[in-house]
């Protein structure tokens, strides 16, 4: 399990990484928007499971929209790399299985563990209370794939299939 201090140099890496680059080109390469303050530096606001995250520009500091409670260090390491990796390519309707993300075959057990083999556990019997609590708390919206399925967005370019 990951320190808080790996979580933090992540955090400062990937900032380093971002603090050259165009925040306006950050912006359209991920699906966010980029409002930039005439006194300088901005802010990328864009969609994340639900809620609105905001990051300001150059410093990376997070906050979400109307909300008091801090964005997690796992999640701001979680949003810094898909800033960094965004290519601003369309969402094509194409589906790919985790292990078909890249990487994603050497996380594949521990997916398993702390994602897949937790959801059947909760919702096997009940797949349906899967597609309302989704909805609730994410937007999710139901998909006719498999006995039960439904859609998220993950992040702007990042649609999330739980089937």
Request: with cysteine; proline share 7%; hydrophobic share 45%.
């Amino acid at each position: 399990m990951a320190r808080i201090d790996d979580y933090q140099a992540a955090v400062e890496l990937a900032a380093a990484s971002l603090a050259d680059k165009d925040p306006k080109a950050v912006a359209d390469r991920s699906g966010a928007l980029y409002e930039a303050d005439p006194a300088g530096g901005g802010v990328l606001r864009f969609p994340f499971l639900n809620r609105e995250i905001r990051v300001s520009w150059p410093d990376f500091a997070f906050s979400f929209k109307n909300a008091e409670t801090d964005v997690p260090i796992q999640q701001q390491v979680l949003l810094l790399h898909y800033l960094q990796g965004a290519g601003g390519k369309p969402i094509t309707g194409e589906w790919i299985a985790y292990q078909e993300v890249p990487d994603g075959r050497f996380y594949l057990d521990a997916f398993q563990r702390r994602a897949k083999i937790p959801l059947v556990q909760a919702f096997g019997e009940r797949p349906d209370l899967m597609v309302a609590l989704a909805g609730e708390a994410y937007g999710a919206e139901s998909f006719d794939h498999g006995d039960c399925a439904v859609v998220l967005r993950a992040l702007p370019l990042v649609p999330v299939a739980l089937i």
